[in-house]
C-alpha cells in the first residue's frame, strides 16, 4: 500500500512553482520578442500567463477526477485482497468467482475449502483463490496440487487467482495437463475495485498513516532518482532566465536544482549496485 503514499506537499509545491516560473518565461519571451520590452507586450504577456493558469486548472480538475476513481479502485482492491486472505478459504473462493461470473459467462456448479467448480463454455474449470500476501511467490507445489483436484473431480481445466508473485517453476508447471491458469495480482484488484472502490473513511485512514511517516525520509524523498530528470529541467530553464535577466536569484535557484539532479543520479547508481 506504500505506493499510494509517495505524493507530498512539498514536491506539489516545487512543482506548481516550477509551472508559474515556465508560463511566465514562455509568456514574456514571446511577447518581447515579437514587440520588444514595451507596455502592450507586458500587457499581452500577462493576458496569456492567465490563460495558461485557467487552461491548466482546468485539465488539473479533469485529471484529479480521473485520478481519485483510479485510486479509490485500487485501494479498495487491494483492501479486499486484504480481507479475503483472512477469511475462511471457501468464501474467498467463492467471492471471487462471484465477481468473474460478472465479467465471464460462469456458471457456479459447487464451492468448497478445495476451490469452486465453474462451468464455461461447455468445459468445467475449478477455481482456487490462493491465500498467500503479497510479499510471498506462488510455487510450483501449489500448481501441482491443484492438477491434482482438477482430476479428482473430472474437470477440464484450473484456474489460479494468486495476489502474490508467480515462480518460473510455478509456470512451467502450469503448462502439464491438466492445464492450469493464472489471474495475476493486478487483475484482482482491478477486479475487485470496479466492485467495491475505497471509501472516504478509508481515504482518511491512509491520509494518518502518510502523515506518522518518520520524519528519516524527508531526505530519501528529495534524492527520489525519479526527480532527476525534473530537476535537471527546473535547473536549465532558471539558468536560462539568469541569462536573460542576469539575476543572482536565479542563477542559485538553476545551480541548486542542477546539484539536486546530479545527488539523485548518484543515489540511483549507488541503489544499481547494491542490487
Known amino acids: 500500500m506504500q505506493e499510494y503514499l509517495q505524493d507530498s506537499r512539498f514536491g506539489r509545491a516545487m512543482d506548481g512553482i516550477g509551472f508559474h516560473f515556465l508560463a511566465l518565461f514562455v509568456s514574456f519571451f514571446w511577447f518581447v520578442l515579437l514587440w520588444g520590452l514595451r507596455l502592450p507586450a507586458v500587457t499581452a504577456a500577462m493576458a496569456l500567463y492567465v490563460l495558461i493558469l485557467l487552461l491548466r486548472r482546468k485539465i488539473l480538475d479533469d485529471h484529479l477526477v480521473r485520478k481519485e476513481k483510479a485510486l479509490r479502485a485500487a485501494i479498495g482492491g487491494?483492501?479486499?485482497?486484504?480481507?479475503?486472505?483472512?477469511?475462511?478459504?471457501?468464501?474467498?473462493?467463492?467471492?471471487?468467482?462471484?465477481?468473474?461470473?460478472?465479467?465471464?459467462?460462469?456458471?457456479?456448479?459447487?464451492?468448497?475449502?478445495?476451490?469452486?467448480?465453474?462451468?464455461?463454455?461447455?468445459?468445467?474449470?475449478?477455481?482456487?483463490?490462493?491465500?498467500?500476501?503479497?510479499?510471498?511467490?506462488?510455487?510450483?507445489?501449489?500448481?501441482?496440487?491443484?492438477?491434482?483436484?482438477?482430476?479428482?473431480?473430472?474437470?477440464?481445466?484450473?484456474?489460479?487467482?494468486?495476489?502474490?508473485?508467480?515462480?518460473?517453476?510455478?509456470?512451467?508447471?502450469?503448462?502439464?495437463?491438466?492445464?492450469?491458469?493464472?489471474?495475476?495480482?493486478?487483475?484482482?484488484?482491478?477486479?475487485?475495485?470496479?466492485?467495491?472502490?475505497?471509501?472516504?473513511?478509508?481515504?482518511?485512514?491512509?491520509?494518518?498513516?502518510?502523515?506518522?511517516?518518520?520524519?528519516?525520509?524527508?531526505?530519501?524523498?528529495?534524492?527520489?532518482?525519479q526527480k532527476a530528470r525534473r530537476y535537471t529541467c527546473y535547473g536549465c530553464l532558471l539558468l536560462l532566465m539568469h541569462l536573460f535577466t542576469r539575476l543572482f536569484f536565479y542563477a542559485a535557484a538553476g545551480l541548486l536544482c542542477v546539484g539536486l539532479a546530479a545527488a539523485c543520479r548518484c543515489v540511483r547508481k549507488k541503489n544499481e549496485l547494491f542490487l
Open 78 to 225: 487491494e483492501l479486499a485482497l486484504e480481507r479475503l486472505l483472512l477469511s475462511p478459504a471457501e468464501r474467498a473462493h467463492f467471492e471471487t468467482a462471484i465477481l468473474l461470473s460478472m465479467q465471464y459467462p460462469l456458471v457456479l456448479l459447487r464451492t468448497g475449502e478445495d476451490g469452486t467448480l465453474c462451468g464455461l463454455r461447455g468445459k468445467k474449470i475449478l477455481l482456487y483463490f490462493v491465500q498467500l500476501p503479497a510479499s510471498s511467490s506462488l510455487n510450483e507445489e501449489a500448481v501441482l496440487s491443484l492438477q491434482r483436484r482438477v482430476r479428482q473431480l473430472m474437470a477440464d481445466e484450473g484456474l489460479l487467482c494468486v495476489p502474490c508473485a508467480i515462480s518460473q517453476k510455478a509456470i512451467d508447471q502450469s503448462q502439464a495437463a491438466p492445464p492450469i491458469h493464472f489471474y495475476s495480482r493486478d487483475q484482482l484488484i482491478s477486479l475487485f475495485g470496479r466492485v467495491s472502490p475505497a471509501t472516504d473513511e478509508q481515504l482518511v485512514a491512509l491520509g494518518r498513516r502518510k502523515r506518522s511517516r518518520p520524519r528519516g525520509k524527508l531526505l530519501h524523498m528529495i534524492l527520489d532518482p
